[in-house]
Structure formats: structure tokens, C-alpha cells
């Protein structure tokens, strides 16, 4: 499973939609949605708009590292 982008939990399972978080209820429509190329889980893609193929925290750590 992957990780939602509402609330966190490892509870985002893939529908024949897009994804729903069985946590907390949320759907994500496919189209909405990215895979991080660096670590593999699943964002929305206006959460992260300036580098795509990255999600928020990965993003968040490429910019401590500079
Ligand atoms: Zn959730
Ligand atoms: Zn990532």
C-alpha cells in the first residue's frame, strides 16, 4: 500500500478510480496523482508543482541538502 497524502498512513489502496485511503476516506483520482521517482510513493501533483516526478518531502530533503 501507499502512503496518503491527507492523512499520512500507509493506507492508500489503488481502485479502479484512482486511489482511496481506507483511513481516512479520502479518493485521489488517478490523474491527480504522481509516483515519486526517488522513493516510490504516491503524491498529488499541486502538492509538489515545481519539480515534477518528486514528491513534497523528497523535494523538502534536496533542498537541505544545497
Ligand atoms: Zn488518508
Ligand atoms: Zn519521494
Redesign the pocket.
Given at each position: 500500500m501507499n502512503e496518503?497524502p491527507?492523512?499520512g498512513?500507509m493506507?492508500?489502496e489503488e481502485d479502479s478510480n484512482g486511489y482511496v485511503?481506507i483511513?481516512?476516506g479520502?479518493h485521489f483520482e488517478r490523474s491527480e496523482m504522481e509516483k515519486c521517482e526517488n522513493c516510490g510513493s504516491m503524491y498529488r501533483k499541486k502538492d509538489q508543482p515545481d519539480v515534477p516526478e518528486m514528491c513534497p518531502r523528497c523535494y523538502e530533503n534536496k533542498l537541505n541538502e544545497d
Open positions: 496518503c491527507e492523512c498512513r493506507t492508500l485511503c483511513s481516512c479520502e
